[in-house]
C-alpha cells in the first residue's frame, strides 16, 4: 500500500490555441473536468502501475467534492483517510492548456482546511510499503513524521518554499525538487542539492527541471544529470511532474537504483505528456 498526503483539487481545463492575451475575448476549443491535485494525481498514475494507494487529505462537503470521492473511488483509489469538512468549498483550478505546444497556465482557489496535526498523527499507516508527502501543511507532517512515522521509505515533494519545509528533511529518504521552488528561492538545482544534502547526508534528492532535465544527488554521493526527453507533440503538460514522482516511487520500490528509479520516471513523464488527462497510455 501506497500512502499520499496532500492535495485534491478540480480541474477545469480549457483548450485554446494561444494563451489569451489582456482583455480578449477567445474561444475555447474544449472544456474538460477532470481530478487534480499533486497527491491526487500521482496516485492515479501509481494505481494505473498496478499499486493499491490510500489519498490522506481533506474534502469538501459540496457536489463537487461527491463527484471527485466517486471519480477517485472508481480508479481504485482509498479514501478511507480523507476527512470532510462543512462549510467550505472545493478546491478548483481554472488551466489554459495552449494547443500550440502543451503548456499550461492555472489559475487556484483554494477555501479548505488541511487536516490538524493532531488527526495526522492519528492517521494509520502501518501498512504502508511507501509513504509519500505533499510539501503543505508543514505542521501537520511534522506532527505524523515524530508521532506516527511509519516504518518504510518516506518521499517529500517540495514544490514551493514555505516556512518550516526545510525541517522536514532529516526525517525522510528522498526530496523531489521542483523548478518553481528553485525560481522562487533564487538558487540553482546544484545549490540546492549541495545545500539539502548537508541538512541530511542520507537524502536522495532530485530537481525536477521541465523540458531541461533533471539534475539530482543520490545519498552515495553520486551527482546525475539527465535531459529532457523529445518528444513528437506535447498533448498535456498538466501533472507531468506528479507523474514523474510516481514514476521514481514505483521505480525505487522495485530497485535499489537511483540512477534507474531516475531514468524510469523521466521515461514515464515524457509518455503521459502525449496524452490528455493523467494517463499514460491511450
Known amino acids: 500500500m501506497i500512502f499520499l498526503v496532500g492535495n485534491c483539487v478540480l480541474d477545469e481545463v480549457w483548450q485554446v490555441d494561444h494563451f489569451p492575451q489582456e482583455d480578449e475575448e477567445m474561444r475555447?476549443?474544449?472544456r474538460h473536468r477532470r481530478l487534480g491535485g499533486n497527491a491526487c494525481n500521482s496516485a492515479r498514475i501509481l494505481s494505473q502501475l498496478g499499486h493499491s494507494t490510500q489519498l490522506v487529505g481533506t474534502f469538501a462537503e459540496d457536489i463537487d467534492?461527491?463527484?471527485?470521492?466517486?471519480?477517485?473511488?472508481?480508479?481504485k483509489i482509498g479514501c478511507q483517510h480523507i476527512q470532510r469538512i462543512a462549510d467550505s468549498q472545493t478546491p478548483c483550478s481554472v488551466i489554459f492548456l495552449n494547443r500550440q505546444n502543451g503548456s499550461r497556465s492555472i489559475v487556484h482557489h483554494r477555501q479548505l482546511a488541511e487536516l490538524s496535526p493532531h488527526q495526522l498523527a492519528e492517521i494509520d499507516c502501518g501498512s504502508a510499503r511507501w509513504l509519500h508527502l505533499e510539501g503543505r501543511n508543514i505542521e501537520g507532517l511534522k506532527a505524523l513524521l515524530t508521532l506516527n512515522r511509519p516504518d518504510c521509505p518516506i518521499s517529500l515533494e517540495i514544490e514551493k518554499p514555505r516556512?518550516?519545509?526545510?525541517?522536514?528533511?532529516?526525517?525522510?529518504?528522498?526530496?523531489?525538487?521542483s523548478k518553481a521552488y528553485l525560481m522562487a528561492s533564487g538558487q540553482s538545482a546544484i545549490q540546492c542539492l549541495g545545500r539539502f544534502q548537508r541538512i541530511n547526508p542520507a537524502l536522495d534528492l532530485v530537481c525536477t527541471l521541465g523540458e531541461d532535465g533533471l539534475q539530482a544527488r543520490s545519498a552515495k554521493g553520486e551527482n546525475i544529470t539527465m535531459p529532457g526527453i523529445e518528444v513528437a507533440c506535447v498533448v498535456d503538460s498538466?501533472?507531468?511532474?506528479?507523474?514523474?514522482?510516481?514514476?521514481?516511487?514505483?521505480?525505487?520500490?522495485?530497485?535499489?537504483?537511483f540512477i534507474d528509479a531516475l531514468r524510469f520516471a523521466n521515461r514515464l513523464a515524457a509518455r503521459k505528456i502525449q496524452h490528455l488527462g493523467m494517463n499514460i497510455d491511450d
Open 65 to 75: 467534492a461527491d463527484w471527485m470521492l466517486d471519480t477517485l473511488q472508481q480508479s
Open 163 to 177: 516556512p518550516g519545509i526545510e525541517a522536514l528533511l532529516p526525517q525522510v529518504d528522498l526530496a523531489i525538487v
Open 28 to 30: 475555447a476549443l474544449e
Open 238 to 257: 498538466i501533472g507531468a511532474g506528479d507523474c514523474f514522482i510516481a514514476g521514481l516511487i514505483h521505480q525505487s520500490l522495485k530497485t535499489e537504483n
